[in-house]
């Protein structure tokens, strides 16, 4: 009798992974793709998914059970009721600073949806737009609803942004009051079973014609699953953006950092718009390893660099204001890219300090995950920052995803 496979999709900033794993969590097969990867461009993203799904060796999607789907938290998108997506989607790290007087009118004193980066702002862009008469989905919930064909769901931790209370389950009255209420998704848990895929995806990609789709969750919280974190322990995720997650005893409400429920318990959640998008602008992967080794982490180069990749910052600090500052620029590539990775290791510092005042707790030890989290040289400015052991993992976040379908409901 053959075994059954569980499937895990992840879209990031910068690309899609594909892990497949058994009953025993081995990894069974895992891709990865990012060529035509753009944020803001839907069907680049169906593009790519469709090339993963296809590519997976035939014998294991034929026994592929469930899957599911992790995305960017934030990256919101407008489409017909077809599913039909309606020119680009708003990123997550993209200010949307229109409509000041409507926002706060339906935010009221609630400061995380009365902000520039939210949901909320991104969904009243859409809506002036494109009208009414439209879903707004996020990246995950998107590509959950073309697996099915029915974009019906939302599923809950991606939609915190847009102003979904996972305390309450709810979201705010405000919202009833506006005709654009219909435009929301029926909220649903991550790791319930939404559906069974659709047959023309069964037909085109050959697969599993009783493959279910699972809700799945954002792609830090599927990087905090596949990371397994303990309680006294703290994610960093050093991917485009740097992101930092802990698990806490009841949910707090600070500008930046979010609440989510993983695996029935309470986490916190802040990421800043500083990451390895911003190293990635200056040198390659072969020039940052070749630079990396002529780094000397005991000697700090001062030059107290804030590498945003973007103007505007979430957290540690809410400041949609905040601009880059990458001067001045040392003749020695190797500083430069030095200097980098202290201005990261800085902001990384101070969204744990910020943590710490919010919880009363820092973390004992720090599980890094990304790409960043391979480079030992940045590991040791990070150690000497933190004065914390620091470790890497190497399960990738559809791992998380994955998981999430093994233990789907």
């Not at 949806?113 to 990246?139: C, E, V």
Request: charged share 20%; hydrophobic share 35%.
């Amino acid at each position: 009798m053959h075994e059954n496979y569980f499937g895990g999709l992840d879209f990031g900033t910068s690309g899609v992974r594909i892990t497949i794993i058994n009953k025993k969590k081995d990894i069974i097969y895992s891709s990865s793709n990012s060529e035509g990867y753009y944020l803001n461009k839907p069907k680049s993203w169906l593009l790519i998914c469709e090339t993963l799904l296809s590519d997976i060796p035939y014998e294991i999607k034929q026994r592929l059970e469930r899957i599911s789907v992790s995305g960017t938290s934030g990256t919101l998108l407008a489409c017909q009721m077809n599913g039909n997506a309606l020119g680009d989607a708003i990123p997550y790290n993209k200010i949307c600073d229109g409509n000041k007087q409507q926002l706060k009118m339906i935010a009221g004193q609630n400061e995380s949806l009365n902000n520039p980066f939210s949901g909320l702002a991104k969904a009243l862009k859409l809506i002036d737009l494109y009208g009414q008469d439209i879903l707004l989905r996020h990246q995950s919930d998107w590509i959950s609803g073309w697996l099915m064909n029915n974009w019906l769901f939302g599923e809950e931790g991606n939609n915190i942004k847009l102003g979904w209370n996972i305390i309450s389950n709810s979201w705010p009255k405000s919202f009833k009051l506006n005709a654009w209420n219909n435009c929301l998704p029926q909220i649903k848990k991550s790791g319930l079973i939404l559906g069974i895929i659709n047959k023309k995806l069964v037909e085109k990609l050959k697969l599993n014609s009783n493959l279910l789709v699972v809700a799945g969750t954002t792609d830090s919280n599927a990087a905090f699953i596949a990371s397994e974190i303990k309680q006294d322990e703290g994610l960093t995720v050093l991917g485009t953006t740097l992101v930092l997650k802990k698990f806490i005893r009841e949910p707090i409400n600070y500008p930046g950092l979010s609440m989510h429920r993983v695996n029935q318990e309470w986490i916190c959640g802040g990421a800043s718009n500083a990451g390895c998008g911003v190293i990635s602008k200056f040198f390659s992967n072969s020039e940052i390893e070749d630079l990396s080794k002529q780094i000397n982490p005991l000697k700090e180069t001062n030059l107290k660099y804030l590498p945003l990749n973007c103007d505007g910052e979430r957290f540690p600090v809410n400041d949609p204001l905040l601009r880059p500052i990458l001067e001045p620029r040392p003749v020695s590539d190797a500083l430069f890219l030095q200097a980098i990775f202290e201005g990261l290791a800085t902001i990384e510092f101070n969204g744990w300090n910020k943590i710490r005042e919010l919880t009363g707790s820092f973390p004992k030890k720090i599980i890094s995950i990304g790409g960043g989290a391979k480079n030992p040289q940045w590991r040791s400015i990070r150690q000497k920052k933190l004065k914390i052991p620091i470790i890497s993992s190497n399960k990738s976040t559809s791992y998380g995803s994955a998981l999430i379908a093994l233990s789907a409901k």
